[in-house]
């Protein structure tokens, strides 16, 4: 297993680990006061927001890169995180609607007198929380109120203003109740219709026809408001990129979540179906912009915001045709009428899908396509449906409106939507020569003896030809009678008597004679350019050369001299940075008199040790000898010098230093503190234990005169008096060695 898969596969395992300790914080999440409040939110709005979240999942499935094991990590844990909330934001929704599925029904009782049948104070109280009430928490409540016990309403009196509130706001919203009602009550309605047609009668009561106003009224509101979402979505295809079209869609989407919550505030039921929808709609368009599909846009959004609208209108007017036609007492049988308006949504249904499909797979690339294609669509799929539910339905195919309408709508859809199809049909010849016949092919022959005037088997003449003004002849192959014309039209004539082959023959020897030599002389010609241009390029390359080997030996002399000037430069930079570093060694330029010894003393760790100098100075002094520690400076000691100096190797620096006019030798002392501990003898005693390596150099060249080392114990009550007492017994210790 190479190191790659090895961290791929490591990511993807860590991610569920990652996935399960996040559980703990995706439920927090839902604890928190935004979540709750969506939480209470209705079913349609908790699906538009989990649309939201797998939208916003698809673009980052598209957008993210999972190249590297940590963004395979990263990856992996944002794919699962929009799941993981949808879930739980659901969760209750679903719990409501399996207990609702499952509950039992409750017999219908009044709600005015189970409040009424409360004590006085539980009915005072709960008469006062209802008057503080708004209009949607009181329609929450007279839900609440209808499928609550005696038990569960007396126990809801007995909570405060807050607690009813919370209680109130977990509670479904009405709306949707109300919905469904709606359309139960819009199929009752439509089934008296078909009963009553079934029974050919025109009773037909007027509130049913009242409220089949009102629904239609709403569908088309509904409707109005997606065809303008579609005109906004559709005219955005053809003009935005793929990311600026996928930009809209969110924003749509927003608006869309708007539109429903507007409608849920204004109890306006038509505006929350409508942003529902187009939310869906447009969460769905969302993905597929996202996923790579942007041409489908245009298509699915005339599918679903102009098709569905214009069938839920047909759908709307099948039992108000119906009506009509059983007041009018045109059809005697109102069965035949219902009939004919379910195949006017049938074939609406067709002509929607139809054109959807097109659109589809050719979309629009213009701006105002929509103006022109919808009205169209919709125009066709309607008169479809009215031809279909006035003629029989054999006659369908043969009605010259419907084919023709359906002719315009194509004609309409393929000028806006297939512009590719429009710059092939450009390119088409204006006029089409209908004389040339291409039958006869031109055929060329090397020589005389390669012409078959005839064919082998039938003797059949083969070759035709065409006299040139210049006195030549075009040849060509065919076979039959004729007439044959060339493309210039010109008449073939049959090569088919000696003459004229004679002619053919000699004119093609001809031919191939001046073809020969002016191919002769062409390759001549190129043979000779071909050899001036070998000559002029070799004289060419040799004067390259000579430039070249010029231009090098000019650039090596200016290297050499370059680097003759750097090594000059920086030997007399090397020379005066030793002359300063050689200055700096030395305190004193001269002396009164020139001493026997120049002292100097200095640790292993290049610590100067001027105290020890100083002594060892007048040690020499009273032992009859000069010495001065002031010619050498500190900085001899921490640049190092005192180390060369003092294994021998300052004779270069000693020859350029003025030190042998002042002193006869160099006396230098190296000090190492082997130890400091506690005494034995006494309390507060410290003993040192120290070692002193002496060097005595030559002043003239640096070379060793004499060295050796000593070794003294002092005492002392600190580390310096053990120190010090020790080095005044080393120094006591040079008499042996004659110093």
Same mark, same amino acid.
């Given at each position: 297993?190479?190191?790659?898969?090895?961290?791929?596969?490591?990511?993807?395992?860590a991610?569920?680990y990652?996935?399960?300790?996040?559980?703990t914080?995706?439920?927090q999440?839902?604890?928190l006061?935004?979540?709750?409040?969506?939480?209470?939110?209705?079913?349609?709005?908790?699906?538009?927001?989990?649309?939201? *979240?797998?939208?916003?999942?698809?673009?980052?499935?598209?957008?993210?890169?999972d190249?590297?094991?940590?963004?395979?990590?990263?990856?992996?844990?944002?794919?699962?995180a929009a799941?993981?909330?949808?879930?739980?934001?659901?969760?209750?929704?679903?719990?409501?609607?399996?207990?609702?599925?499952?509950?039992?029904?409750?017999?219908?009782?009044?709600?005015?007198?189970r409040i009424?049948?409360?004590?006085?104070?539980?009915?005072?109280?709960?008469?006062?929380?209802?008057e503080?009430?708004d209009?949607?928490?009181?329609?929450?409540?007279?839900?609440?109120?209808q499928?609550?016990?005696?038990s569960?309403l007396?126990?809801?009196?007995s909570?405060?203003?807050?607690?009813?509130?919370?209680?109130l706001?977990?509670?479904?919203?009405?709306?949707?109740?109300?919905?469904?009602?709606? @359309?139960?009550?819009?199929?009752?309605?439509?089934?008296?219709?078909?009963?009553?047609?079934?029974?050919?009668?025109?009773?037909?009561?007027?509130?049913? @026809?009242? &409220?089949?106003?009102?629904?239609?009224?709403?569908?088309l509101?509904?409707?109005?408001?997606?065809?303008?979402?579609?005109?906004?979505?559709?005219?955005?295809?053809?003009?935005?990129?793929?990311?600026?079209?996928?930009?809209?869609?969110l924003? *749509?989407?927003?608006?869309?979540?708007?539109?429903?919550?507007?409608?849920?505030?204004?109890q306006?039921?038509?505006?929350s179906?409508?942003?529902?929808?187009?939310?869906?709609?447009m969460?769905?368009?969302?993905?597929?912009?996202?996923?790579?599909?942007?041409?489908?846009?245009?298509?699915?959004?005339?599918?679903?915001?102009?098709?569905?609208?214009?069938?839920?209108i047909?759908a709307?007017?099948?039992?108000a045709?119906?009506?009509?036609?059983?007041?009018?007492n045109?059809?005697?049988?109102?069965?035949?009428t219902?009939?004919?308006?379910?195949?006017?949504?049938?074939?609406?249904?067709?002509?929607?899908?139809?054109?959807?499909?097109?659109?589809?797979?050719?979309?629009?690339q213009?701006?105002?396509?929509f103006?022109?294609?919808?009205?169209?669509?919709l125009?066709?799929?309607?008169?479809?449906?009215?031809?279909?539910?006035?003629?029989?339905?054999?006659?369908?195919?043969?009605?010259?409106?419907?084919?023709?309408?359906?002719?315009?709508? *194509?004609?309409?859809?393929?000028?806006?939507?297939?512009?590719?199809?429009?710059?092939?049909?450009?390119?088409?010849?204006?006029?089409?020569?209908v004389?040339?016949?291409?039958?006869?092919?031109?055929?060329?022959?090397?020589t005389?003896?390669?012409?078959?005037?005839?064919?082998?088997?039938?003797g059949?003449?083969?070759?035709w030809?065409?006299?040139?003004?210049?006195?030549?002849?075009?040849?060509? &192959?065919s076979?039959?009678?004729?007439?044959?014309?060339?493309?210039?039209?010109?008449r073939?004539?049959?090569?088919?008597n000696?003459?004229?082959?004679?002619?053919?023959?000699?004119?093609?020897?001809?031919?191939?004679?001046?073809?020969?030599?002016?191919?002769?002389?062409?390759?001549?010609a190129?043979?000779?350019?071909?050899?001036?241009?070998?000559?002029?390029?070799?004289?060419?390359?040799?004067?390259?050369?000579?430039a070249?080997?010029?231009?090098?030996?000019?650039?090596?002399?200016?290297?050499?001299l370059?680097a003759?000037?750097?090594?000059?430069?920086?030997?007399?930079?090397?020379? *005066?940075?030793?002359?300063e570093? &050689?200055a700096g060694?030395?305190?004193?330029?001269? @002396?009164?008199?020139?001493?026997?010894?120049?002292?100097?003393?200095?640790?292993?760790?290049?610590?100067?040790?001027?105290?020890?100098?100083?002594?060892?100075?007048?040690?020499?002094?009273?032992?009859?000898?000069?010495?001065?520690?002031?010619?050498?400076?500190?900085?001899?000691?921490?640049?190092?010098?005192?180390?060369?100096?003092?294994?021998?190797?300052?004779?270069?620096?000693?020859?350029?230093?003025?030190?042998?006019?002042?002193?006869?030798?160099?006396?230098?002392?190296?000090?190492?503190v082997?130890?400091?501990?506690?005494g034995?003898?006494?309390?507060?005693?410290?003993?040192?234990?120290?070692?002193?390596?002496?060097?005595?150099?030559?002043?003239?060249d640096?070379?060793?005169?004499d060295?050796?080392?000593?070794?003294?114990?002092?005492?002392?009550?600190s580390?310096?008096?053990?120190?010090?007492?020790?080095?005044?017994?080393?120094?006591?210790?040079?008499?042996?060695?004659?110093?």
């Amino acid at each position: 297993m190479d190191k790659d898969t090895f961290q791929r596969g490591a990511a993807v395992f860590a991610s569920g680990y990652i996935h399960r300790l996040l559980e703990t914080i995706y439920n927090q999440l839902m604890d928190l006061p935004f979540m709750a409040r969506l939480k209470t939110a209705n079913l349609g709005s908790k699906y538009a927001v989990e649309a939201i *979240l797998y939208a916003l999942t698809a673009f980052a499935e598209k957008r993210m890169a999972d190249t590297s094991p940590l963004g395979l990590l990263i990856k992996t844990v944002l794919m699962d995180a929009a799941p993981e909330i949808a879930a739980r934001l659901l969760r209750d929704a679903r719990a409501d609607l399996g207990s609702a599925a499952t509950a039992s029904q409750q017999p219908d009782q009044s709600i005015a007198s189970r409040i009424l049948a409360l004590g006085d104070a539980e009915l005072l109280r709960l008469l006062l929380s209802i008057e503080g009430m708004d209009a949607s928490t009181r329609a929450k409540f007279l839900a609440f109120a209808q499928k609550a016990s005696d038990s569960e309403l007396l126990r809801f009196v007995s909570l405060t203003a807050e607690q009813r509130k919370s209680l109130l706001g977990m509670h479904g919203d009405p709306q949707a109740e109300a919905g469904a009602t709606s @359309l139960k009550s819009f199929m009752k309605d439509f089934w008296v219709v078909a009963q009553a047609g079934g029974q050919k009668t025109a009773e037909v009561s007027l509130p049913i @026809l009242s &409220r089949y106003l009102v629904v239609i009224l709403e569908v088309l509101k509904t409707s109005a408001t997606l065809l303008a979402v579609a005109l906004v979505v559709c005219t955005a295809s053809t003009l935005f990129g793929r990311w600026s079209l996928f930009a809209l869609v969110l924003g *749509l989407l927003g608006v869309s979540a708007a539109l429903a919550y507007i409608g849920r505030q204004t109890q306006k039921s038509w505006l929350s179906v409508a942003g529902i929808v187009s939310g869906a709609v447009m969460a769905l368009l969302a993905m597929l912009v996202a996923s790579g599909y942007p041409d489908a846009v245009f298509g699915i959004a005339v599918f679903f915001l102009v098709g569905l609208p214009m069938l839920a209108i047909v759908a709307v007017l099948i039992p108000a045709t119906t009506a009509s036609e059983i007041l009018r007492n045109i059809f005697p049988d109102a069965h035949r009428t219902l009939v004919r308006a379910f195949q006017m949504l049938l074939a609406a249904l067709v002509g929607v899908v139809f054109s959807s499909m097109i659109l589809l797979i050719f979309p629009p690339q213009t701006p105002v396509a929509f103006l022109f294609i919808v009205p169209s669509v919709l125009v066709t799929a309607v008169a479809v449906g009215v031809g279909l539910s006035r003629i029989g339905p054999e006659a369908v195919f043969r009605t010259p409106v419907i084919l023709g309408l359906g002719a315009v709508t *194509l004609v309409a859809m393929g000028l806006m939507s297939m512009p590719n199809l429009r710059q092939a049909m450009r390119k088409l010849p204006a006029r089409m020569d209908v004389t040339l016949v291409a039958a006869p092919t031109p055929v060329t022959f090397a020589t005389s003896n390669d012409i078959d005037f005839v064919a082998t088997k039938d003797g059949e003449v083969r070759i035709w030809y065409a006299e040139r003004a210049d006195g030549g002849y075009d040849l060509f &192959r065919s076979e039959g009678v004729g007439p044959y014309y060339a493309k210039d039209g010109r008449r073939l004539n049959k090569a088919d008597n000696d003459s004229i082959r004679l002619k053919i023959a000699a004119s093609v020897d001809r031919e191939a004679a001046a073809k020969a030599d002016a191919l002769r002389k062409t390759d001549l010609a190129a043979t000779e350019r071909k050899a001036e241009e070998k000559r002029r390029s070799d004289r060419e390359a040799t004067e390259r050369a000579a430039a070249l080997r010029q231009s090098e030996q000019e650039r090596a002399e200016q290297g050499r001299l370059a680097a003759q000037r750097l090594a000059e430069q920086s030997k007399a930079a090397q020379v *005066l940075a030793d002359k300063e570093r &050689r200055a700096g060694y030395l305190y004193a330029r001269g @002396l009164p008199a020139k001493v026997d010894f120049v002292v100097s003393a200095a640790t292993v760790a290049r610590v100067p040790m001027d105290t020890f100098a100083a002594a060892l100075v007048k040690y020499l002094v009273r032992r009859g000898k000069t010495a001065s520690n002031i010619v050498l400076s500190p900085a001899f000691i921490t640049a190092g010098a005192f180390d060369s100096f003092f294994a021998g190797r300052g004779g270069a620096d000693l020859q350029d230093m003025p030190v042998s006019t002042m002193g006869s030798r160099l006396f230098l002392a190296r000090i190492s503190v082997n130890s400091v501990k506690p005494g034995m003898s006494a309390i507060g005693l410290l003993s040192a234990s120290v070692v002193v390596a002496f060097s005595v150099l030559s002043s003239q060249d640096g070379s060793i005169v004499d060295g050796f080392e000593l070794k003294a114990v002092g005492a002392g009550t600190s580390e310096a008096d053990a120190i010090s007492n020790a080095l005044d017994r080393i120094l006591g210790q040079l008499g042996e060695h004659g110093y």
